[in-house]
């Protein structure tokens, strides 16, 4: 089974912009892996933010952007708010199964 | 409102069995796969497989394949997810999702085995 990985942790500036990535261990991350990115707060379900790479639910943040980057995943947060210090998970699919990163804990300070 | 409700939660003892459920409601519940996550205490998320209630197929995770059973009743809207002899280390919130775009989530079933 495919290993997904993500930066354990990140620290960014109230205001400041900040790129989270999700790597693939069979190879480049494309859009046929149908990245999708998740945030969850302490407590609560997680809640889906990015689908198929860069599509925004109707409830995502302007601030939120999904791409691909140098063979992986990337969510970048501009503008970075106090309310989005959370963890973050990307999601790929393989062959219509699927595999979560190990998951990215933002501080916003 | 589109949303998927969950039924509550279990305490349960080892070797115990438990079906555990997730109610759809506001769109058609057989034309969209059903995916179930596990989330263990203070850990990521975990795909376990999806469901598709129109004809009931499913794809397990190979980590999770033999070890749970994904079921829907199209009647009543509704998918499970069950055990039929449970571990200590099932301990888990386990949260069903609507696969196409991971929308909505339902609120999670925190599930505790312990003798």
């Known amino acids: 089974q495919a290993v997904v990985t993500q930066e354990p942790s990140l620290t960014v500036s109230p205001g400041g912009t900040v790129t989270l990535t999700c790597d693939s261990s069979?190879?480049?991350?494309?859009?046929?892996?149908?990245p999708y990115w998740l945030q969850q707060k302490p407590g609560q379900a997680p809640r889906t933010l990015i689908y198929d790479t860069s599509n925004r639910h109707s409830w995502t943040p302007a601030r939120f952007s999904g791409s691909l980057l140098g063979g992986k995943a990337a969510l970048t947060l501009s503008s970075a708010q106090p309310e989005d210090e959370a963890e973050y998970y990307c999601l790929l699919s393989y062959s219509g199964v699927g595999v979560f990163g190990g998951g990215t804990k933002l501080t916003v300070l | 409102e589109v949303q998927l409700v969950q039924s509550g939660a279990e305490v349960k003892k080892p070797g115990e069995s438990l079906k555990i459920s997730c109610k759809a409601s506001g769109y058609s519940f057989t034309s969209y796969w059903v995916a179930w996550v596990r989330q263990m205490p203070g850990r990521g998320l975990e795909w376990m497989g999806i469901?598709?209630?129109?004809?009931?197929?499913?794809r397990y995770s190979p980590s999770f394949q033999g070890q749970v059973t994904m079921s829907a009743d199209k009647s009543i809207n509704t998918a499970y997810l069950q055990w039929s002899s449970l571990k200590a280390s099932d301990s888990a919130m386990y949260y069903c999702?609507?696969?196409?775009?991971?929308?909505?989530w339902g609120q999670g079933t925190l599930v505790t085995v312990s003798s």
């Open positions: 469901i598709y209630p129109g004809d009931s197929d499913t």
């Open positions: 069979t190879g480049a991350v494309t859009s046929g892996h149908y």
């Open positions: 999702a609507r696969r196409q775009g991971f929308d909505p």
